[in-house]
């Protein structure tokens, strides 16, 4: 059969923070999800992998007051689906922000995780 693939179309964006912000949900369905494609075998049914430990963002070269932990990975669809017709499907995924404590350091977070499909 083709092999499945996946490809970022569009990344997890908490937006902007300050010091005091309550944690931050962004679910699948939110603008900000990130977004990713699926392309495989027509009508194929595929299982979703998402992180199920905690990712860590970091500003600069990370260290006290300069990172903030994203948990509680979600997906649209949930864990698994079929491919369409033409091998296809969209893959949205949310996360949970950490709050943001006295003394985090102001700057420009970021962090890499994976998601994996498979047959």
Same mark, same amino acid.
């Given at each position: 059969?083709?092999?499945?693939?996946?490809?970022?179309?569009?990344?997890?964006?908490?937006?902007?923070?300050?010091?005091?912000?309550?944690?931050?949900?962004?679910?699948?369905?939110?603008?900000?999800?990130? !977004?990713?494609? %699926? $392309? #495989?075998?027509?009508?194929?049914?595929? /299982? +979703?992998?998402?992180? =199920?430990? *905690? !990712?860590?963002? %970091? $500003? #600069?070269?990370?260290?006290?007051?300069? /990172? +903030?932990?994203?948990? =509680?990975? *979600?997906?649209?669809?949930?864990?698994?689906?079929?491919?369409?017709?033409?091998?296809?499907?969209?893959?949205?995924?949310?996360?949970?922000?950490?709050?943001?404590?006295?003394?985090?350091?102001?700057?420009?977070?970021?962090?890499?995780?994976?998601?994996?499909?498979?047959?």
């Amino acid at each position: 059969i083709q092999a499945i693939a996946i490809s970022k179309v569009s990344d997890l964006n908490f937006g902007f923070g300050a010091i005091g912000d309550a944690a931050k949900v962004i679910l699948p369905a939110n603008a900000a999800a990130a !977004v990713f494609n %699926i $392309t #495989g075998q027509p009508n194929q049914a595929f /299982t +979703i992998q998402l992180p =199920t430990t *905690t !990712v860590t963002m %970091i $500003t #600069g070269a990370g260290g006290a007051g300069r /990172t +903030i932990n994203v948990t =509680t990975f *979600t997906s649209t669809p949930a864990s698994t689906s079929t491919l369409s017709g033409t091998g296809t499907a969209t893959l949205r995924v949310g996360a949970t922000r950490a709050a943001i404590p006295t003394g985090q350091i102001a700057g420009a977070y970021t962090a890499i995780f994976t998601v994996s499909v498979i047959y």
